[in-house]
């Protein structure tokens, strides 16, 4: 079955960096696409990133351009997400989740990890 | 990339059936045959309940419909029970491999 484990969230200070991990197992992991979305506490789900199945480009919501890196490892199944110049609003649980292998869209996802920007 | 529109909150007694909304623009919902929604229970990760406006994915209750007018698409949940009771999302994407989500409906079974 597809299981999607996220790793490396926690308490940074703004203007910090985090790398966050999300191993993959189930799935012919080079095979698709995959999305990062996150949630802030008490919020809605918000897209941030997406990545084709062969890491041949890289696609982001507006708000975190410039600021955060997609990428991932086919040999290591495992997709990550690098921020920086973090923000307190980039507060939030942030879930990968495995795209849909016809409309690409988020089919399977993670159960997230917590990202905390604060002083 | 704003967000889709949803309503804030939808309410039913078991049984009945209710629709949730989900509005964008021509160049998402109106745009493509690609809208998802997705379950979310207190604490947990979503859930895909639909993709590409109307299918089902295998293991989902066909109690779950939905459909697309124009840049409105539709969730329509029918005999709703006690489980039924959630956050509900749409998802629509929106041109060049971006994709936005709606508001987000909370669903409560009276």
């Known amino acids: 079955q597809v299981r999607l484990v996220e790793s490396g969230g926690g308490v940074v200070q703004p203007g910090g960096s985090l790398r966050l991990s999300c191993a993959a197992s189930g799935f012919t992991f080079s095979s698709y696409g995959l999305h990062w979305v996150r949630q802030a506490p008490g919020k809605g789900l918000e897209w941030v990133a997406f990545?084709?199945?062969?890491?041949?480009?890289?696609y982001y919501a507006d708000f975190v351009k410039g600021r955060f890196t997609i990428s991932r490892d086919n040999s290591k199944n495992t997709l990550y997400l690098k921020m920086d110049s973090l923000r307190t609003e980039d507060t939030a649980v942030h879930y990968c989740?495995?795209?849909?292998?016809?409309?690409?869209?988020?089919?399977?996802w993670g159960q997230g990890t917590l990202v905390t920007v604060s002083s | 990339q704003s967000a889709l529109t949803q309503p804030a909150s939808v309410s039913g007694s078991p049984g009945q059936s209710i629709t949730i909304s989900c509005t964008g623009t021509s160049s998402d919902v109106g745009g493509y045959n690609r809208v998802s929604w997705y379950q979310q229970h207190p604490g947990k990760a979503p859930k895909l309940m639909i993709y590409d406006v109307s299918k089902r994915p295998s293991g989902v209750s066909n109690r779950f419909s939905g459909s697309k007018s124009g840049n409105t698409a539709s969730l329509t949940i029918s005999g709703l029970q006690a489980d039924d009771e959630a956050d509900y999302y749409c998802?629509?994407?929106?041109?060049?491999?971006?994709?936005?989500f709606g508001t987000g409906t909370m669903v409560t079974v009276l």
């Open positions: 990545i084709p199945h062969d890491g041949s480009g890289e």
């Open positions: 989740a495995k795209g849909d292998g016809g409309s690409g869209s988020p089919d399977y």
């Open positions: 998802c629509s994407y929106a041109g060049s491999r971006t994709y936005v």
